[in-house]
């Protein structure tokens, strides 16, 4: 079993907040590969002011570069757009990997609004790391009132492919500013540079292998 890391977002665009997120999930956990799941479209973000997937995509390949990261926009693909409909489907179509759900404490914030999202929690561990400005609220966040009993030791974290489900894991993570949408306030026109430095016929997913359309 190839012990999987999946990181799903929007990449609006792609940053060194995702890359450090990564690296110490890895590290942590103990894991083999991550993927990006960069998301068609967020069913809790507004679409205006989202970037076309493929510059999102282009985006988030740059950013992880040199890492054992694969960038995939599969939800395309397998028709989904919420998370639970996403992870059946993966489980499905991989049964050689062990899959592991990681997420900012900014997304635990909002983890109650996900559909379906007490069957997230049954289907694949949860790894929160933490983000600036989130972790003190991330105790109290509305999904804890169901999942805090389902919390382990941050230490046993290289364990959780053992661990009955539900399970959940906070991790602490040195300090990273980095934001998307700080990054877009600082730049509203990044996306028209990512358009001009890379093929668009180039682009092939890094799970699926095929090209992006």
């Known amino acids: 079993m190839?012990?999987?890391g999946l990181l799903g977002g929007s990449f609006n665009p792609g940053h060194?907040?995702?890359r450090?997120?990564?690296?110490h999930a890895a590290r942590a956990l103990g894991l083999q590969e991550v993927w990006w799941l960069v998301s068609p479209g967020n069913p809790l973000k507004d679409a205006k002011g989202m970037a076309p997937l493929l510059l999102?995509?282009?985006?988030?390949r740059k950013a992880a570069r040199g890492l054992p990261v694969r960038v995939t926009a599969i939800e395309q693909e397998l028709g989904t757009r919420y998370t639970v409909d996403t992870l059946r489907?993966?489980?499905r179509r991989f049964p050689d990997r062990q899959f592991v759900w990681l997420m900012g404490a900014d997304n635990l914030q909002q983890f109650h609004l996900w559909r379906d999202w007490r069957q997230i929690a049954r289907l694949v561990p949860i790894a929160v790391v933490s983000r600036p400005g989130y972790d003190a609220d991330a105790p109290a966040a509305r999904a804890m009132g169901w999942l805090r009993r389902f919390v382990r030791p941050a230490d046993?974290?290289?364990?959780?492919?053992k661990w009955r489900l539900p399970a959940l894991v906070l991790l602490k993570l040195p300090p990273d500013p980095t934001s998307a949408t700080g990054i877009r306030?600082?730049?509203p026109d990044w996306h028209k540079k990512t358009a001009k430095s890379f093929n668009p016929k180039a682009l092939r997913d890094g799970v699926t292998r095929r090209p992006l359309t």
């Open 20 to 23: 450090q997120i990564s690296i």
């Open 16 to 18: 060194r907040g995702h």
């Open 56 to 60: 999102r995509f282009a985006s988030a």
């Open 89 to 91: 489907a993966l489980r």
């Open 156 to 161: 046993q974290a290289r364990h959780w492919t």
């Open 2 to 4: 190839t012990m999987t």
């Open 185 to 187: 306030a600082a730049d």
